[in-house]
């Protein structure tokens, strides 16, 4: 019989323990993959819930219903989404786009995976100790007190964060040393892709906020554990430092979490409309700036804590004028489609979908800008809305237009374009019905957090909750999708979108449509434009 222990063994080391960039990207997203399978599934949870009102599936246990909010939250911001996008896309793409074979340092790209696994068997475990952490993904005390929770779930979750933390700083120091030291002969700064440049901003957020996020989180583990009074009133302490601390790493988080999906759209639409980024340098310095005024406006979170009128006054001008540099980035997308000839694949749609659904999340964040419109919205589902749009329908969008437009770099197979599109359009339909719904809860002012309502809101809960339902029918196709590109999925050429040749394989017609004949628009002169070229 054929002894296959040094063939596992082989394996074992060729994924495990490696340190090539490609395979630890790999990892990434695989991690990725299966958080988002927990947290969806912590998300549907959550909506059957709140399908009726009353007693529903969790028979009322408000504390397990927070548990659940608190594990979904950080579960799709630090497993799911940083993973993917920063972890996974990062590592395969930054070395190849700047013309390297690898990372600076990859046993520190190593490093930076394998705490990931091991933070999340902690966040995990903090759910199976006591009645597991109730808190939020904010952990406000004194509700992360030991007064309110004295078990040790909280500890382990601070835990978590912490080990998490750990990987991601040593991620982005990663990130730019490669991009800094290690950029092919000629390529400047003002040449490298607009993915990298992302990544670059995300890594200089990263470094700057999460020391603060991890001091906040330190402070909270000595007044649960050595009797320190930094959040405690009774021992001279202040609650609202804590959301201070929060907050300044929260709000610079947002953009960790966006940033890669605007490098990643910028992509798609130059290459699918069949011309280059207009206006490549304001691009740059509008994610530049984004990322700046990123730190500068953390307590617009906190209207409701007591600020004096003259900060409130600022915080709302400094979040209103985010919107500058965001505006430049959409309109240099709309003016790179404008005149282009546009090839309408599955990137291309959750390009498009991704303009249309992060505009309205954005123009919802300048209404909450304002002071006294988010006194009134405060923690209503208005602020949910708002924050779904911009990143279950911006970051999750930004995966999944990755995926389609890479994976047969990534794999060498080619995706049923046809699956494709109707995975689109299921799960476009899917969450605009389950968080469209939640603009008019917010503003009729029911509450998050709370697992039952009055009557009045039953039934755009109903809606929101059917949404989720095809949400999570649409993330299980995907997965169907994954498989026939693995299994069944052509080979492809060097440039896979360039292979226009019909095939079928298991039955499945793996067929792209025709790319356009470059064309002008209007009454402008012939211009002779570059093919983008796939990296």
């Given at each position: 019989?054929?002894?296959?222990?040094?063939k596992?063994?082989?394996l074992?080391?060729?994924?495990?323990?490696?340190?090539?960039?490609?395979?630890i990207?790999?990892m990434?997203?695989?991690?990725?993959r299966?958080?988002?399978?927990i947290?969806?599934?912590?998300?549907?949870?959550?909506r059957?819930?709140?399908?009726?009102?009353?007693?529903g599936i969790?028979?009322?246990?408000?504390?397990?219903?927070?548990?659940?909010?608190?594990a979904?939250g950080?579960?799709?911001?630090?497993?799911?989404?940083?993973?993917?996008?920063?972890?996974?896309?990062g590592?395969?793409?930054?070395?190849?786009?700047?013309?390297?074979?690898?990372?600076?340092?990859?046993?520190?790209?190593?490093?930076?995976f394998w705490?990931?696994?091991?933070?999340?068997?902690?966040?995990?475990?903090?759910?199976?100790?006591?009645?597991?952490?109730?808190?939020?993904?904010?952990?406000?005390?004194?509700?992360?007190?030991?007064?309110?929770?004295?078990?040790?779930?909280?500890?382990?979750?601070?835990?978590?964060?912490?080990?998490?933390?750990?990987?991601?700083?040593?991620?982005?120091?990663n990130?730019?040393?490669?991009?800094?030291?290690?950029?092919a002969q000629?390529?400047?700064?003002?040449?490298?892709?607009?993915?990298?440049?992302?990544?670059?901003?995300?890594?200089i957020?990263l470094?700057?906020s999460?020391?603060?996020?991890?001091?906040?989180?330190?402070?909270?583990?000595?007044?649960?554990?050595f009797?320190?009074?930094?959040?405690?009133?009774?021992?001279?302490?202040?609650?609202?430092l804590?959301?201070?601390?929060?907050?300044?790493?929260?709000?610079?988080?947002?953009?960790?979490l966006?940033?890669?999906a605007?490098?990643?759209?910028?992509?798609?639409?130059?290459?699918?409309?069949?011309k280059?980024?207009?206006g490549?340098?304001?691009?740059?310095?509008?994610?530049?700036?984004?990322?700046?005024l990123?730190?500068l406006?953390?307590?617009?979170h906190?209207?409701?804590?007591?600020?004096?009128?003259?900060?409130?006054?600022?915080f709302?001008?400094a979040?209103?004028?985010?919107?500058?540099?965001?505006?430049?980035?959409?309109f240099?997308?709309?003016?790179?489609?404008?005149?282009?000839?546009?090839?309408?694949?599955?990137?291309?749609?959750?390009?498009?979908?991704?303009?249309?659904?992060?505009?309205?999340?954005?123009?919802?964040?300048?209404?909450?800008?304002?002071?006294?419109?988010?006194?009134?919205?405060?923690d209503?589902?208005?602020?949910?809305?708002?924050?779904?749009?911009?990143?279950?329908?911006?970051?999750?969008?930004?995966?999944?237009?990755?995926?389609?437009?890479?994976?047969s770099?990534?794999?060498?197979?080619?995706?049923?374009?046809?699956?494709?599109?109707?995975?689109?359009?299921?799960?476009?339909?899917?969450?605009?019905?389950?968080?469209?719904?939640?603009?008019?809860?917010?503003?009729?002012?029911?509450?998050r957090?709370?697992?039952?309502?009055?009557?009045?809101?039953?039934?755009?809960?109903?809606?929101?909750?059917y949404?989720?339902y095809?949400?999570?029918?649409?993330?299980?196709?995907?997965?169907?999708?994954?498989?026939?590109?693995?299994?069944?999925?052509?080979?492809?050429?060097?440039?896979?979108?360039?292979?226009?040749?019909?095939?079928?394989?298991?039955?499945i017609?793996?067929v792209?449509?025709?790319?356009?004949?470059?064309?002008?628009?209007?009454?402008?002169?012939?211009?002779?434009r570059?093919?983008?070229?796939?990296?």
């Amino acid at each position: 019989m054929k002894d296959t222990s040094n063939k596992w063994y082989k394996l074992f080391i060729r994924w495990f323990c490696s340190t090539n960039a490609k395979d630890i990207g790999m990892m990434y997203l695989v991690f990725a993959r299966w958080s988002g399978v927990i947290a969806t599934t912590m998300s549907l949870l959550i909506r059957m819930e709140l399908r009726s009102t009353g007693p529903g599936i969790l028979a009322g246990n408000g504390q397990l219903y927070n548990v659940l909010i608190t594990a979904h939250g950080l579960l799709m911001l630090f497993f799911v989404v940083m993973p993917a996008l920063m972890g996974g896309f990062g590592n395969w793409l930054v070395p190849v786009m700047i013309g390297r074979p690898d990372m600076a340092f990859p046993r520190m790209n190593n490093i930076s995976f394998w705490v990931l696994p091991m933070g999340m068997i902690l966040l995990l475990l903090s759910a199976l100790v006591e009645q597991g952490p109730g808190v939020g993904w904010t952990a406000y005390p004194p509700l992360s007190s030991a007064l309110s929770h004295s078990g040790a779930s909280v500890d382990l979750a601070i835990f978590s964060l912490h080990i998490i933390g750990i990987g991601s700083i040593l991620g982005s120091i990663n990130f730019l040393v490669t991009v800094a030291n290690m950029r092919a002969q000629g390529m400047t700064l003002y040449r490298v892709p607009l993915f990298v440049w992302a990544l670059c901003f995300v890594s200089i957020l990263l470094i700057g906020s999460l020391p603060v996020f991890a001091a906040g989180l330190t402070m909270l583990l000595t007044d649960r554990n050595f009797n320190t009074s930094f959040f405690l009133p009774a021992g001279g302490g202040d609650v609202v430092l804590y959301q201070h601390l929060f907050w300044f790493f929260g709000h610079p988080e947002v953009y960790v979490l966006i940033l890669p999906a605007f490098g990643i759209v910028s992509h798609v639409l130059s290459f699918f409309a069949r011309k280059p980024v207009f206006g490549y340098v304001g691009m740059v310095n509008a994610m530049g700036a984004i990322a700046v005024l990123g730190f500068l406006v953390w307590a617009h979170h906190m209207y409701t804590v007591g600020l004096d009128v003259d900060t409130r006054r600022y915080f709302t001008s400094a979040t209103m004028i985010i919107a500058v540099p965001t505006g430049i980035k959409i309109f240099s997308w709309l003016r790179t489609l404008y005149g282009g000839s546009l090839w309408l694949t599955t990137p291309m749609l959750f390009a498009l979908g991704f303009l249309v659904l992060f505009t309205i999340g954005g123009l919802t964040g300048i209404v909450l800008a304002n002071a006294g419109v988010d006194v009134a919205l405060h923690d209503t589902y208005y602020v949910v809305r708002h924050f779904h749009y911009v990143l279950s329908m911006g970051a999750v969008f930004g995966i999944f237009r990755a995926f389609y437009f890479w994976v047969s770099k990534l794999t060498g197979c080619q995706y049923p374009e046809h699956h494709g599109q109707r995975h689109f359009f299921l799960f476009f339909l899917g969450v605009n019905l389950t968080f469209f719904p939640q603009h008019f809860l917010g503003l009729a002012g029911m509450p998050r957090r709370y697992l039952d309502y009055p009557d009045a809101f039953l039934g755009w809960n109903v809606v929101s909750s059917y949404g989720s339902y095809l949400s999570a029918i649409s993330f299980v196709y995907f997965f169907y999708i994954v498989y026939l590109t693995l299994a069944y999925g052509p080979k492809c050429a060097n440039n896979p979108w360039s292979d226009q040749q019909d095939s079928t394989a298991g039955g499945i017609e793996f067929v792209l449509p025709s790319p356009p004949a470059y064309h002008t628009f209007g009454d402008q002169l012939p211009v002779i434009r570059p093919t983008p070229q796939l990296v």
